[in-house]
């Protein structure tokens, strides 16, 4: 029995090469500048030690997430790469963003004064991106900050400005008012900043066409397959597949129900499969009685409530399928995380991110 080890319920694979690809297919519709890769939230839930460094290998320079942590933590997987703290700077990080050469974006007076005061007691200037508000409201510099920093840029002395980069609030929403009244209060702030090349586009900026190109974009979304332009084909390569297991197959009569609080019953005899996945595994609960898996090319619908470690699936239709079969949970056609999202009334990025830790994880180089 040593070496022996349980069988995966669910298997997890992340295709590190459909990621890699999406960044070249993202570099090539960015021509006029660099393109990063966002890897906050452990590269979207697939991994940052194992996406980050695939991405440095497919010639990515720029790297961001939303903690220091994070970055501290796939520092030394990226030689030569700027990586940059998206959430700007806590007071008491000071000391060892500097020393591990993370940059942080700066978003407040305050947060400015500190980086500065930390490059004076370095002896050196400081790498730094410079966050501007333009209508999301929740970080960057605002008007008043601006302002001062127009009218006395010293507070930038000891400074290495990387970047000034904004967010847009819908990129995705190709006719939205927000991007070009945005990217207009962009430009407006950078032409009173000091100069300084601009990151602009997240994934879905960089559909929205030259207009919104900088000298950075930074997608995220997109290079896990995400689709940056809803409603649209998708461009991007799919990354991610997860398949589970059957644990058992049962018979219900007319009028007999599934699950906690009994929200499915059958109205004819229905065979349904048991799998080995649940809320616990980020197979989100919202996705109750919605949606499907995939056997065969065929569907099997999400039939009453996602429990914990466990949901349950009608297979009346599928005669094949039996115990220890695959169902497609996440597929690269029909279950793509997107498809997922909807039945789960949320979107693909939450699909991802969610993605639960007892998946045995399978990458494909
Ligand atoms: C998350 C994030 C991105 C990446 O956005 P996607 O929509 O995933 O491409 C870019 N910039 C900032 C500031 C972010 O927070």
């Given at each position: 029995m040593a070496g022996m080890r349980p069988t995966d319920p669910a298997v997890l694979?992340?295709?590190?090469?459909?990621?890699?690809?999406?960044?070249?297919?993202?570099?090539?519709?960015?021509?006029?500048?660099?393109?990063?890769?966002?890897?906050?939230?452990?590269?979207?839930?697939?991994?940052?030690?194992?996406?980050?460094?695939?991405?440095?290998?497919?010639?990515?320079?720029?790297?961001?997430?939303?903690?220091?942590?994070?970055?501290?933590?796939?520092?030394?997987?990226?030689?030569?790469?700027?990586?940059?703290?998206?959430?700007?700077?806590?007071?008491?990080?000071?000391?060892l963003c500097a020393e591990h050469g993370i940059t942080p974006a700066l978003g407040s007076l305050d947060e400015i004064a500190r980086w500065t005061a930390t490059a004076q007691a370095a002896g050196r200037r400081l790498p730094a991106l410079l966050h501007v508000d333009t209508g999301m409201n929740r970080l960057g510099l605002d008007a008043a900050a601006i302002a001062a920093l127009a009218a006395d840029p010293?507070?930038?002395?000891?400074?290495?400005?990387?970047?000034?980069?904004?967010?847009?609030?819908?990129?995705?929403?190709?006719?939205?008012?927000?991007?070009?009244?945005?990217?207009?209060?962009?430009?407006?702030?950078?032409a009173r900043l000091p100069a300084a090349p601009r990151s602009l586009a997240n994934s879905s900026g960089i559909f929205l066409g030259p207009d919104f190109a900088s000298d950075l974009a930074r997608p995220g979304a997109a290079l896990y397959g995400i689709n940056p332009t809803p409603g649209m084909p998708n461009p991007m390569r799919p990354a991610v597949r997860l398949r589970a297991r059957v644990l058992q197959t049962r018979m219900l009569a007319p009028g007999e129900s599934v699950g906690y609080n009994a929200t499915w019953g059958a109205t004819r005899a229905s065979r349904i499969a048991v799998v080995g996945v649940g809320y616990a595994d980020g197979w989100l609960r919202s996705q109750s009685g919605r949606g499907h898996a995939v056997f065969d090319g065929a569907p099997a619908p999400l039939v009453g409530r996602v429990s914990m470690d466990l949901v349950t699936y009608d297979v009346t239709d599928l005669p094949r399928l039996g115990v220890g079969d695959w169902l497609d949970l996440i597929d690269h056609a029909d279950r793509t995380p997107d498809a997922v999202a909807e039945a789960a009334r949320t979107n693909g990025y939450e699909v991802l991110t969610s993605l639960g830790r007892r998946y045995r994880r399978v990458y494909r180089a």
């Open positions: 694979e992340i295709d590190l090469a459909a990621i890699a690809a999406n960044w070249r297919a993202l570099a090539a519709r960015h021509p006029g500048g660099a393109v990063a890769g966002v890897v906050k939230a452990d590269a979207y839930g697939l991994g940052a030690a194992q996406v980050a460094p695939a991405l440095h290998a497919a010639g990515c320079r720029h790297f961001f997430t939303a903690h220091l942590a994070e970055a501290l933590a796939i520092r030394p997987l990226l030689p030569g790469a700027m990586l940059g703290v998206l959430n700007g700077l806590l007071p008491g990080d000071e000391a010293r507070p930038l002395a000891g400074l290495e400005l990387h970047y000034v980069m904004t967010h847009l609030v819908a990129a995705e929403i190709a006719d939205d008012l927000h991007n070009a009244a945005q990217r207009a209060r962009f430009a407006a702030a950078c």
